[in-house]
């Protein structure tokens, strides 16, 4: 058929609706044992009239074909320079980013569509060359076909050690989008999917809203702790949802766990919300305006914390839990941190305390056991001799590592490559799933708008990587490349690389690194052959 054109295309460039055709028929990719690999099938109709257009894909090995999904986006996120966008020409306009569990797509005229195809390489693959066959038919009528060379290397790279990634987990928007009631059966069906997608793409560790998180604005009742208060100032609890979320976890696939913030964010001026009842907001256990050091607090927290550690010395889950005091306190409240710290320490004096942290001051007077400062000052830890985590959030934008959707996918596959050369002992996100107007408990379309309805203080793409789904998660390319970061973190614990090996040696730090998909291949060439 002359109006149509097919083509492959690597996982590391976008494929917008008005991309031109490109003329790729075969591709070569090198791949481990125990690894995922993908990249994309692509056809652009070059008529006016719309075209039925299938795909199947064929080889020894699991494959998943997914349609590339486009959704809209209004603006480019702003403070970063042209070369480090992806999409210019494009946006405003339509952005490929959900990946549909379809094989079929309608192509309009002088339209691009792509096909993202991830194909599992298991452990005992038997290395060598395999060959897999891309076939389009368009109408019916099958087209010449495409096919990929995959060369299935010797080496089996295990799981990643010693390196914790999260991302903050909403169960108020599992409850919302999917009109469950908080735990009830039903919520368990619903969670089961979005905690094994996680594990797929190299998230480790379980956040558990043991109470509702206390960060950005107040969100709906969802809090897996049962409390009951027999007598004024007397409580008991009741961790069977908490067990219950835990072992599912683990069933699911996770190593470490995050608990819930027990001060309020941005200051550590308030206790958190604790409710009697999630399905009454109205239930709760003191004023909102209790003060963080409160008696009332105090005591509650008095009688809390042994049995939570109780429930986590049973469950064998204490050296494998990160806790939370408040999120990103500024200097201006050091001293609500300090006695907030102070009175966890007397209370708690096994807890150690992982906090978002940009602020060296707070490393430096070791008020927090593990710091995790933004990317732009993980370099003043890092000079200051203070292990930490990392993480990005909205910015830093500009040259600095991030995965929005105008964020060109080369620079989110150096993710796992920059944590692991500049030694971050772990990663912290807050949006895999919040489908929300910023601060609020309005649901938006994750379809329509992906910034929060919050830009351009909110970036798009940043409050979530998953979409809601009928049955479950639907990924996003940023999400897909982001995993494939984290092999790459894999590969290079695997064969004992040094951080300092002159193979990473353009690596600088979080806005100063290769860019580009020829750096990426050409150093996993190095490290394979």
Not at 100 to 109: A, D, K, R, Y
């Amino acid at each position: 058929m002359d109006n149509i054109v097919c083509w492959l295309q690597s996982s590391l460039e976008r494929v917008f609706p008005a991309s031109p055709a490109g003329g790729a028929h075969t591709l070569g990719m090198a791949a481990t044992r125990g690894e995922r690999v993908s990249f994309q099938a692509c056809v652009r109709n070059l008529g006016l009239d719309k075209l039925d257009v299938s795909v199947a894909v064929t080889g020894d090995l699991p494959i998943l074909v997914r349609r590339v999904g486009y959704v809209p986006m209004l603006h480019h996120n702003t403070a970063t320079p042209q070369d480090e966008l992806d999409g210019v020409g494009h946006i405003p306009g339509y952005v490929p980013d959900p990946l549909f569990p379809e094989q079929t797509v309608i192509v309009g005229g002088l339209e691009s569509h792509a096909f993202w195809v991830t194909v599992s390489v298991p452990p005992d693959a038997t290395p060598g060359p395999l060959e897999l066959s891309i076939h389009f038919e368009c109408a019916g009528e099958p087209l010449a076909p495409l096919t990929v060379h995959l060369d299935v290397q010797p080496l089996v790279v295990p799981a990643r050690q010693g390196f914790p990634v999260t991302h903050w987990f909403y169960a108020d928007a599992l409850c919302d989008w999917y009109k469950v009631e908080p735990f009830e059966e039903k919520f368990w069906q619903v969670v089961q999917p979005y905690m094994v997608d996680l594990v797929a793409h190299g998230d480790n560790c379980q956040y558990v809203p043991i109470f509702t998180p206390p960060t950005d604005g107040v969100k709906r009742p969802t809090q897996l702790l049962k409390v009951t208060e027999p007598a004024p100032g007397q409580y008991w609890f009741d961790f069977s949802d908490v067990w219950r979320w835990t072992r599912l976890a683990r069933q699911c696939g996770a190593q470490y766990f995050e608990w819930t913030h027990l001060f309020t964010q941005w200051g550590v001026q308030h206790a958190i919300r604790v409710y009697r009842r999630n399905n009454d907001r109205n239930s709760l256990l003191w004023p909102p305006e209790t003060g963080a050091t409160s008696d009332t607090y105090r005591n509650f927290l008095s009688q809390f914390l042994p049995a939570f550690h109780t429930f986590l010395q049973l469950e064998g889950l204490k050296d494998k839990s990160f806790f939370h005091l408040s999120d990103e306190p500024s200097e201006q409240h050091i001293d609500n941190y300090r006695a907030a710290r102070a009175l966890l320490k007397e209370l708690a004096p096994w807890m150690k305390v992982a906090d978002a942290l940009s602020d060296i001051h707070y490393g430096r007077e070791g008020l927090t056991d593990i710091p995790i400062p933004v990317t732009s000052t993980a370099h003043d830890y890092a000079q200051a001799g203070l292990p930490a985590w990392v993480y990005f959030c909205c910015g830093p934008r500009g040259r600095y590592l991030n995965r929005l959707m105008d964020t060109p996918l080369p620079k989110i596959r150096m993710s796992g490559w920059l944590f692991y050369r500049l030694r971050a002992q772990g990663f912290l996100h807050w949006g895999y799933n919040y489908w929300y107007r910023s601060q609020t408990q309005q649901l938006i379309d994750p379809f329509a708008e992906q910034s929060g309805d919050a830009w351009p203080g909110w970036a798009y793409g940043d409050t979530f990587l998953v979409y809601p789904g009928a049955d479950g998660p639907v990924d996003s390319l940023r999400w897909e490349v982001f995993g494939e970061s984290l092999q790459d973190y894999a590969l290079l614990q695997a064969l004992a690389i040094s951080p300092d090996d002159v193979l990473l040696s353009d690596l600088k730090d979080y806005d100063e690194f290769p860019k580009h998909a020829q750096w990426l291949e050409t150093a996993r060439q190095r490290l394979l052959s």
